[in-house]
């Protein structure tokens, strides 16, 4: 049974039931490395296995069932690795089927730099179930037509929630991916309301919300804020946009701070969430060991957060940052260790403090 009450604006649950998913690819080698950081944190928790996606569609003819939504349900949250998403128009992508049957409407991409250079640490707060990705397709012989379909209540919602990460009411005192900071934080609303109406709708709403809540704010072409997230990107604190657009921008972000493997995400509803690595189930590195586990840690220190125990996501967050600074990581991010070697390392870490 769920054991969440909110406290503070955080779901406090006091003995956690988590749904781990490894999924595909890399994400059965970078989930249990990130649980054996969670198991030196000493929480009392009950991991639930579930096995969803695309091994299990080839092996059963069914990437995820009705059973493993009851196992889900039955959870407080899901630590999600990753999982391949074939093109294969019969295979329904599995992600989008929990975040719609969840209602999983917030996504959340902290950027934060990891050491050297440039002092990069914004939050890319993407809308999660429309825009692109609202799934209404029309298919001709010589035409498909996609939909993108933005509205009041699913603007309204996203913006809501990135005026609360925008004040620190949300991820703990300042926000998620470890950023302590207190200020206010400027939200840059972007938008391709020049050529789109529909991006005007998402445009007057967020401004809407941004002005009733008090909160700094400036909106951008989502062009321009491509460019300049290359060439200024610490000026930015807090991006809010549409699904589609999010997608790419956070992939790129994920480039200015050193790649894939280090980038965290959550998906937020209102009763449930999922934690996932922003990067996908990597086939050319997988079973290598190669894979970097941080970017799944991280995304269990977001859920630690969620879960109300900001004390220990603080502890996983200065052990990455200890162990990254000691340059004990993956060969993607420049170094010569494994994904358990990393793991073990942040592990240790924790336990040294
Ligand atoms: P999928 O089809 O599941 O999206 P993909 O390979 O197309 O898989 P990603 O998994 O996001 O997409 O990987 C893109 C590139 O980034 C790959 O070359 C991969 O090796 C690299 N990469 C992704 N995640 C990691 C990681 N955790 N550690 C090291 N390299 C990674």
Redesign the pocket.
Known sequence: MKAAKVVNGMNRVNRMKIAVVGG???GKE?VPAALQVLDVLSLDIEKVPVEVGYGKWKRTGRAITEDDFDLFRSCDCIFFG????PPDPDYKSVLVQIRREFDLYANIRPVKGMGGGKNINFTIVRENTEGMYSGVEQVFPDAVHSTRVITRKGSERIAEYACLLASGDRGGSGGWGGDRRKHLKRLTIVHKANILQSCRLFREVCIGVADRRGIPWEDMLVDATAHRLVLDPERFELIVTTNLFGDILSDMAAALIG???LCASANIGENYALFE?V???????AGKG????I?AILSLAMMLKWCGRAEESDAVHDAVSRVTAAGIV?P?FGGRCSTMEVAEAVAAAIEER
């Open positions: 595909d690819g890399i970078v990753a999982i391949t998403t790649g894939l493997g690595p990067h996908g189930s990597a086939p050319d590195i190669l894979a970097n586990p970017a993956t993607d």
